[in-house]
């Protein structure tokens, strides 16, 4: 037999075994309490029917005993404490010798532990050694039951709180997998035909696993708050949950988005239809330009202009096949790349066209060009002057002549221009804005 406790002291006067009787009997209540809380609690019952795996099984085994200790430990307190009760009960006034067995009673080693409790309780503390019974002080008693109870309601509470937050997550979840999946066969989103539809598979079965998992051993989903010692102080982890949730909000928007595909197929056919058209257009208009260009304008290299975008016309076919097919997730892809190339092809032919007619730009710009300059010195009186004559005729000439040249067209207008600057300049505008020499202000 062994000791856990002290010796009793200095023999307790009436008065302290009162105190001490009604201190004991609220920690009796408050015991009570506790332990038939932790016997009703969700998370406890949950637990005996659950098939455990992992940490929670090796957990609640343990928990499971220090529970049965517990309460065969509280019997005991119970007993110790209805003896000392009635002790003190047999007389109003008691003489020393009761007082004597009640310290021993209150203060001493007087409640025995005996038999499957004392295994128990080597067991639980790990060693080797088993009595047949221990003996405790009340006190000492008490600080082991709330040692144990605080590691028994600690897994308990846990394990209620993961289950309490994440299968229901999961569940919803999955819920919103399941209206994602109908969606996408909607669409034509399938496994092995789209890489949405894999995703999706893939995401099922990690959900089935992880709630699995999660009823199985939700203590592995449990991170406990390393700086607090009160029991099930912690929060569930739900970093899996919360990486499945983004990557089916990832898929459900590649869904949808092949899901807009499918209402606004027709109008976005009919606008790469025009686009295409209107890149066709403006390449022929180049073709016809080049020619013009080659016939009014010589030694000027004219680029090339390319034929019309066969290619994309046979693909837009494909993704008209598609549509009246209903292959969406086929149609969304290529839908894509044909408006961004169509939009370039359109561009492309615009800069085809602009390279191709920049010859008559500048032809046209030398026109305007020699035609203001004329204006201007006709507004001075100067008109008529033969040398500004002479070089209006040589370079209208050119400009207005097929095939132009460009090179020497430029330099007759030149040459009309600065020709026109030199005799401006001595010109100074009269009072009714007709134009006279300088020399004949004098």
């Not at 957990?59 to 009760?85: C, G, H, P, Q, V």
């Not at 209006?392 to 221009?417: G, H, K, N, T």
């Amino acid at each position: 037999m062994g000791d856990t406790g002290h010796a009793p002291g200095p023999v307790m006067d009436r008065d302290e075994v009162d105190r001490a009787l009604a201190r004991l009997g609220a920690e009796h209540e408050a015991m009570e309490s506790s332990l038939l809380a932790l016997q009703d609690h969700a998370g406890r019952r949950l637990l005996e029917g659950a098939e455990l795996t992992g940490a929670t099984e090796e957990r609640w085994k343990r928990a499971e005993a220090s529970i049965t200790l517990l309460w065969t430990w509280f019997d005991a307190y119970t007993d110790t404490l209805r003896t000392a009760r009635e002790l003190r009960a047999r007389r109003r006034w008691a003489g020393r010798e009761d007082l004597v067995a009640l310290t021993e009673l209150l203060r001493g080693p007087s409640v025995t532990v005996a038999g499957a409790a004392a295994v128990e309780t080597g067991a639980l503390a790990g060693t080797s050694a088993v009595r047949l019974s221990r003996r405790y002080t009340l006190a000492a008693l008490v600080d082991r039951m709330n040692g144990l109870y605080a590691a028994a309601l600690d897994m308990v509470v846990a394990a209620d709180a993961v289950w309490s937050a994440l299968p229901a997550r999961i569940d919803m979840l999955s819920a919103e997998l399941r209206r994602t999946r109908e969606l996408a066969r909607s669409v034509g989103v399938r496994p092995g035909e789209h890489p949405a539809g894999d995703d999706l598979e893939r995401i099922t079965r990690a959900l089935t696993r992880l709630r699995e998992t999660v009823i199985s051993d939700p203590l592995s989903f449990w991170t406990p708050d390393r700086g607090s010692s009160a029991p099930g102080a912690g929060r569930p982890d739900t970093t899996a949950y919360d990486r499945y949730a983004r990557e089916l909000e990832d898929v459900r928007r590649e869904i949808e988005a092949v899901l807009t595909v499918r209402q606004d197929a027709e109008s976005r056919l009919m606008r790469l239809r025009d686009v295409l058209s209107r890149a066709d257009r403006t390449l022929a208009e180049a073709r016809l330009a080049r020619g013009e260009v080659l016939a009014k304008i010589a030694a000027t290299e004219v680029p090339a202009v390319s034929g019309p975008p066969t290619a994309l016309q046979e693909e837009l076919s494909t993704a008209a096949e598609y549509r009246r097919q209903g292959l969406w997730h086929r149609l969304s892809p290529l839908l894509e790349d044909l408006e961004r190339r169509a939009e370039e092809e359109l561009l492309r032919a615009r800069e085809s066209l602009t390279a191709v007619t920049a010859p008559l730009a500048i032809r046209a710009e030398l026109r305007g060009r020699l035609d203001a300059y004329r204006a201007k010195v006709a507004r001075h009186g100067l008109a008529e002057d033969p040398l500004l004559v002479e070089r209006y005729d040589i370079a209208r000439r050119m400009l207005w002549s097929a095939p132009c040249d460009l090179r020497v067209a430029e330099q007759a207008v030149l040459r009309y221009q600065h020709t026109a600057v030199e005799l401006l300049r001595p010109v100074m505008p009269t009072q009714d804005g007709a134009g006279r020499p300088r020399e004949a202000q004098a």
